[in-house]
């Protein structure tokens, strides 16, 4: 059964910096890609970042590339979404999300992933 859990989510400080956790059970992150979104309050859901096995970490734009960074654990089926200098403007749930058929990065679309974690909150607040 394919699953992803996120983890890592809490309430911190702007400026402050945060690693967001997405394990992956039922199938193995050196052969599929996936993919942080986030969701602001009445807000659409938006990428962020698209971890690939056989691909460097890819990002939705240059905003987000300066101060979010994607990485994966092979050895712990995991990958990361690193955010530095938090703002309250990232204030959302972070998702991630897999196609489980390509492991390189092709889409922001949220209807071409058919597999999504719970997503973990972070809120950026002084």
């Known amino acids: 059964q394919v699953q992803l859990v996120e983890s890592g989510g809490g309430l911190v400080q702007p400026g402050e910096s945060l690693t967001l956790s997405c394990e992956a059970k039922?199938?193995?992150?050196?052969?599929?890609?996936i993919v942080w979104f986030r969701q602001a309050p009445g807000k659409e859901r938006e990428g962020v970042s698209c971890?690939?096995?056989?691909?460097?970490?890819?990002y939705k734009s240059d905003t987000i590339r300066g101060r979010f960074r994607g990485s994966i654990d092979k050895t712990k089926n995991t990958v990361y979404l690193q955010i530095n200098n938090l703002k309250p403007e990232d204030t959302a749930t972070y998702l991630c999300?897999?196609?489980?058929?390509?492991?390189?990065?092709?889409?922001?679309?949220?209807?071409?992933?058919?597999?999504w974690g719970q997503g973990t909150q972070v809120t950026v607040a002084a």
């Open positions: 039922g199938f193995s992150v050196d052969y599929y890609s």
């Open positions: 971890i690939s096995p056989v691909e460097r970490p890819s």
């Open positions: 999300a897999t196609d489980r058929r390509t492991s390189g990065c092709r889409s922001w679309n949220t209807n071409d992933f058919g597999y």
